[in-house]
């Protein structure tokens, strides 16, 4: 019997990562992308024959309630999101919109249709915000310091009350930092890997940066959307905390990726305050015991090996011509 998976956020870094898992599972997969986005589907690059993709747009409680009904869906990925979290203070309720409402659509879909699709919410660390101990576990108070994260709370709390009051299947994965070549640009690890293979070239001579102590627990986004999968394979529906464990700072990010093109960071990067954010907290680093004892779920990639993935396919991407080199950027 031929599973089917519904995927929101198709085109983003997992979307791109939790189809191919899925289809090498033999899954049918259909995604949905924003209407005004459609366009991003080239982002799924050889995958896109093997999806069925339609637009979709998530604050459209009808469509959305129309394609679940027409798909019956054995499983739902929720992974929509406007994600770089600092954009959440310019529209804190489109965000609030797009998060939370999107989920709980989702939900009053599959509840409306008295369906037993099993449904996946990506929550994020951000939830935890201002805390007081580390690492963070699922019992962690969460204590969100920007509209993003308090949007994913609200989402995240929409998942456990239908499964409380309904008996839905929904977890939520509280998702730390997780990265890959696929990464957009405006987040740090990108950023930075781009313009360390740009200087290498002789395209670039300067980074620009935020917070060089700023920490961070950071992953793969490949090994992240395994977790993910399995979390909708279990007996019950719990959510988990998914991270390395590991915390890393952005001048730790900035050596590795400068050194494994043998280059002196300290000549080339610049710190400039618009990329100071006031309102973070440094100390989000995961304690992964339940994914592991209940998933048995364990991060394969390091971090020193997943950075340099990033900075050698950002060189030969812009050796082929296939990206502009980096820019100095807005925050
Ligand atoms: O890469 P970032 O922009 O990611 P951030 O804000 O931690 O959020 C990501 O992870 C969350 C947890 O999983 C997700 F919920 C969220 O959607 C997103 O995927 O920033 C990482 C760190 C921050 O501490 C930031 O202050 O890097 C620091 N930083 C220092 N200089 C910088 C820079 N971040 C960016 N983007 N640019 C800088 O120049």
Redesign the pocket.
């Known amino acids: 019997m031929i599973r089917t998976a519904l995927i929101t956020g198709i085109t983003g870094q997992d979307g791109y990562y939790l189809s191919r898992l899925l289809l090498e599972k033999g899954y049918r997969v259909i995604g949905l992308v924003a209407p005004q986005r459609r366009n991003n589907i080239v982002k799924l690059g050889n995958l896109i024959e093997q999806i069925e993709i339609y637009p979709v747009a998530l604050t459209d409680a009808v469509a959305l309630l129309e394609v679940v009904e027409q798909f019956r869906p054995d499983e739902i990925y929720n992974l929509a999101?406007p994600?770089?979290?600092?954009d959440s203070w310019n529209d804190p309720l489109g965000t609030l919109d797009l998060i939370t409402g999107s989920a709980t659509r989702l939900l009053a879909a599959i509840h409306q249709l008295g369906l037993t699709t099993r449904v996946f919410e990506a929550s994020?660390?951000?939830m935890f915000g201002q805390v007081d101990h580390a690492p963070q576990d699922e019992n962690t108070p969460f204590r969100p310091m920007n509209p993003?994260?308090a949007a994913?709370l609200h989402a995240h709390w929409m998942m456990v009350h239908h499964r409380q009051r309904y008996g839905l299947f929904a977890c939520s994965g509280i998702?730390?930092?997780?990265e890959s070549p696929l990464r957009l640009p405006?987040?740090?690890?990108r950023?930075v890997s781009l313009a360390a293979a740009s200087i290498k070239l002789g395209l670039s001579d300067r980074l620009?940066?935020?917070?060089?102590q700023?920490?961070?627990d950071w992953g793969y986004a490949g090994d992240y959307v395994e977790a993910i999968w399995r979390m909708l394979q279990t007996n019950t529906p719990e959510d988990y905390v998914i991270g390395t464990g590991q915390l890393h700072s952005?001048q730790n990010l900035v050596e590795t990726a400068f050194g494994c093109l043998d280059l002196d960071w300290t000549r080339y990067v610049s710190i400039?305050s618009k990329?100071?954010?006031s309102d973070?907290h440094?100390q989000?680093v995961a304690n992964p015991a339940k994914a592991k004892r209940d998933l048995g779920w364990q991060p394969q990639m390091t971090f020193a090996k997943l950075i340099e993935e990033m900075v050698l396919t950002d060189l030969d991407r812009l050796r082929s011509g296939l990206i502009a080199p980096a820019v100095p950027?807005q925050?």
């Open positions: 999101a994600s770089f979290v600092p994020s660390s951000e993003y994260a994913k998702l730390y930092n997780h405006n987040f740090v690890t950023k620009e940066m935020g917070n060089l700023a920490k961070r952005v400039d990329f100071i954010r973070e440094f989000l950027q925050p």
